[in-house]
């Protein structure tokens, strides 16, 4: 049971343009959402998160949109830039540390 | 800022041997520690809480005989695969949470993960 989904395996962006990675999720306990970037063969890095009591967090060119009545968050990346080319995941939490991950969106921004 | 060290990074080994693979958090002390599995194109799953000074929670469905975890200090969590089998080859996380969280958050934006060790069962 995918608690965490991202439908989307891959996403192919212009660099300049705005990215638009999607999360959704079915526990409607879940209070705290977060999103990763990885690069291959390395762990996982914090990007941003935002907590159920929030709609949008912002921090520099990534901005966090939660819709809870849809069960769904976004990452928005603006402008995206070829450094941002990696898998994003998006994961959710219920006040303990026990992350429960999507599967993971690759962005390919190109030049 | 906070750094998390995994070692080692790759391992090969033959089936039906043990390897350890250690996680330690470099500047600061974890008094929880957590273990993710990753197969390739699908998502982390989280294999095991580690707990210094008491016994691993494991999550439902991971044989805790087979991966034995030990958390012998506030600094170091070490994930042993006993009798390894080709089915175990996978990519290995650990994460470590800061003891002390920033007030006000579920704590969980400040965990931070390990490089990774990629585990090649032959």
């Given at each position: 049971d995918q608690q965490v989904k991202q439908n989307s395996p891959s996403l192919s962006v212009q660099e300049g343009r705005i990215s638009i990675l999607n999360c959704d999720y079915t526990?409607?306990?879940?209070?705290y959402f977060l999103w990763y970037k990885k690069y291959p063969a390395e762990g996982p890095t914090f990007l941003i998160s935002i907590s159920s009591i929030k709609d949008k967090n912002e921090d520099g060119r990534f901005t966090v949109f939660l819709n809870k009545s849809a069960k769904h968050l976004s990452l928005h990346i603006?402008?995206?830039?070829?450094?941002?080319s990696a898998v994003y995941f998006c994961a959710a939490t219920h006040v303990t540390d026990k992350l429960i991950f999507g599967t993971g969106t690759r962005l390919q921004v190109f030049p | 800022g906070a750094v998390v060290s995994q070692h080692p990074s790759w391992v090969i080994c033959k089936s039906g041997t043990s390897v350890k693979i250690e996680c330690r958090s470099l500047d600061f002390q974890a008094t929880t520690m957590f273990w993710y599995r990753q197969f390739p194109k699908q998502s982390l799953m989280l294999m095991a809480t580690s707990n210094e000074g008491s016994k691993a929670t494991y999550e439902q469905g991971v044989e805790k005989d087979k991966f034995l975890i030990n958390?012998?200090?506030?600094?170091l969590s070490t994930l042993t695969v006993t009798s390894?089998?080709?089915?175990?080859?996978s990519f290995y996380i650990c994460s470590a949470r800061d003891?002390?969280?920033?007030?006000?958050?579920?704590?969980?934006?400040e965990l931070f993960f390990g490089e990774g060790s990629r585990l090649t069962v032959l």
């Open positions: 526990n409607s306990m879940f209070d603006v402008p995206s830039q070829p450094g941002d | 958390h012998a200090s506030l600094t390894a089998h080709p089915e175990d080859s003891q002390f969280p920033i007030a006000g958050t579920s704590g969980a934006g």
